[in-house]
């Protein structure tokens, strides 16, 4: 398989909904490609978005989620 930042965004998407549900809404943080990947989710669901950042530094990606 070919990993490109669209199909690493949408894999955030399918994890945040298989583990906290589809309806819920996420703090975005990545560097480096991580955040090329949050900008590309971003893209994909804005909605579900309640912040983002995206400092370039090293290489990594976290989720944060809030419950409503």
Not at 18 to 30: A, C, D, R, S, T
Not at 40 to 54: F, I, T
Request: one cysteine or more; hydrophobic letters at 45%; a negative charge.
């Amino acid at each position: 398989h070919t990993y490109v930042a669209e199909v690493l965004a949408a894999d955030v998407w399918s994890l945040v909904d298989h583990v906290w549900g589809p309806e819920q809404q996420v703090h975005l943080y990545g560097q480096s490609m991580g955040g090329m990947i949050i900008q590309k989710a971003a893209l994909l669901d804005l909605e579900r978005v309640e912040s983002s950042k995206a400092p370039c530094r090293v290489q990594s990606l976290f989720l944060s989620v809030t419950s409503r």
